[in-house]
């Protein structure tokens, strides 16, 4: 069955447009219960958590709504990071979580995303089969008297989330010494990332982006607009900066000198980091075709290989549960460490960053630029009508680019998974060929188009 809700990454769109009516999340939260709920009795609960959007409220009731007309109590834990409610599905025992963001965009749009009693995502099976339920069993054997759900505001979710953090953190190491910039993206983790290392011993916490009134989530601020998290490590003279999204399960950082670190340098750090300390369970992490071949690079230096996935953190997920990966990760600062948490969690990941940093004694501009990038160019291209991806001028276009790097640099064409982009990059050593094959490309696709 073609799934007309589940994109990849769950349900996103326009708040209150479309799919995120409250009658539509209300009727997916009822077939997501029923799913949950098949041959089986007694009681059975699922724990909701959110970041800062205004429409979060009416997502959360919408879905409470559905959960407690099929008989299952609901867990409100209001604003904690992904991670968080990924953790309280498995630490409360529940049949399943839910997490109601929009991760990095802006306010207006919202959605969810659906885990299972593991913590982690459902399977595009599991999806399209609760899509199924929701057009056409979501009226039937519906709960009544003492068999309705109940729901109740589970205090202390936040707290308990912080523990869980803390020891990640190895034990032996404190962050005194350190002025640390944390930008909250006015988003899910503006409590829990400060209170966090504040804990942990730093000197002093400069937070910035903790200030949610529903429409200032990822406004100018956070891990995709990280220039006030740069600024004020400067003006502030911090040691390091932290940069998170709405939903915190990314993470950007910045070094003494506001200059940026990407998802890639970070990956670098912790992959060799974790092979010096004996954490990694293979010699290898997971990142998609996005990173650059700058990492794959410095991994292979190190005795590491790079296993490359499609893009989004779902694919690197799951090719780390398949094949035994325990560090995985996008350029964009999606992380994962799945001895510590089932899903991508920026403060997490900037733990393990900080205690390199800190196990290094060095200041963060030496510790974080782990290797040199190379050039990279990426630009989107537009088309209407049926994509031109197939099109076997474009097919003869790419492989005469992939020819003309041979070994000395990468092409990528790829269309989008959510909108009518054609999605062009190119990388190599030479800036100049990397411009050139790149409006090459560019120019074939426009053509096609016209």
Not at 41 to 67: P, Q, W
Not at 229 to 241: K, L, P
Not at 363 to 387: D, H, I
């Amino acid at each position: 069955m073609k799934k007309n809700y589940f994109g990849t990454d769950g349900v996103r769109g326009k708040a209150n447009v479309d799919k995120l009516t409250p009658d539509n999340v209300m009727r997916l939260g009822m077939a997501a219960g029923k799913y949950f709920l098949q041959n089986d009795v007694g009681r059975h609960s699922v724990c909701i958590g959110k970041d800062t959007r205004l429409s979060g409220y009416m997502i959360e009731n919408a879905l409470a709504a559905g959960f407690i007309s099929v008989g299952m109590d609901v867990n409100l834990f209001g604003p904690l990071p992904t991670s968080g409610v990924s953790l309280m599905t498995r630490t409360l025992r529940a049949d399943m979580g839910v997490m109601i963001t929009a991760s990095h965009n802006k306010y207006e749009d919202n959605g969810f995303k659906f885990f299972g009693p593991d913590g982690l995502k459902l399977s595009d099976s599991a999806e399209a089969a609760i899509e199924e339920i929701s057009q056409e069993k979501w009226k039937e054997g519906l709960a009544v008297g003492s068999d309705l759900g109940r729901a109740q505001r589970f205090e202390g979710g936040q707290s308990r989330y912080i523990e869980i953090v803390k020891n990640t953190f190895p034990r032996d190491m404190r962050l005194s010494g350190l002025k640390i910039v944390v930008d909250c993206a006015n988003g899910a983790a503006y409590r829990t990332a400060p209170k966090t290392m504040w804990e942990l011993g730093a000197d002093e916490i400069i937070a910035i982006g903790v200030e949610p009134n529903g429409l200032n989530i990822n406004k100018d601020c956070g891990s995709t607009a990280t220039d006030l998290m740069s600024r004020t490590v400067v003006e502030q003279g911090a040691d390091v900066g932290i940069a998170l999204d709405g939903d915190a399960d990314r993470l950007i950082m910045c070094d003494e000198k506001g200059t940026i670190i990407d998802g890639d340098q970070l990956l670098g750090l912790i992959g060799t980091g974790w092979k010096n300390s004996g954490l990694l369970s293979r010699d290898g992490i997971v990142a998609t075709v996005m990173s650059n071949l700058g990492l794959e690079r410095h991994l292979d230096d190190a005795g590491l290989e790079l296993v490359r996935t499609q893009v989004g953190d779902r694919h690197v997920s799951a090719r780390m549960r398949k094949d035994g990966y325990n560090i995985g990760g996008e350029q964009s600062g999606h992380m994962l460490m799945t001895d510590y948490a089932p899903t991508g969690d920026g403060t997490v990941a900037a733990l393990q960053v900080l205690a390199e940093i800190v196990r290094q004694d060095r200041p963060a501009s030496e510790v974080l630029n782990v290797f040199e990038a190379v050039p990279q160019r990426l630009k989107n291209v537009k088309y209407s009508g049926k994509s031109p991806m197939d099109n076997p001028l474009l097919l003869e276009a790419i492989n005469d680019a992939k020819s003309d790097f041979g070994n000395t640099g990468r092409v990528l064409v790829r269309a989008s998974g959510t909108e009518p982009l054609i999605r062009v990059m190119a990388e190599g050593d030479d800036m100049g060929k990397v411009d050139r094959i790149t409006d090459q490309l560019v120019e074939v696709i426009h053509g096609l188009c016209a």
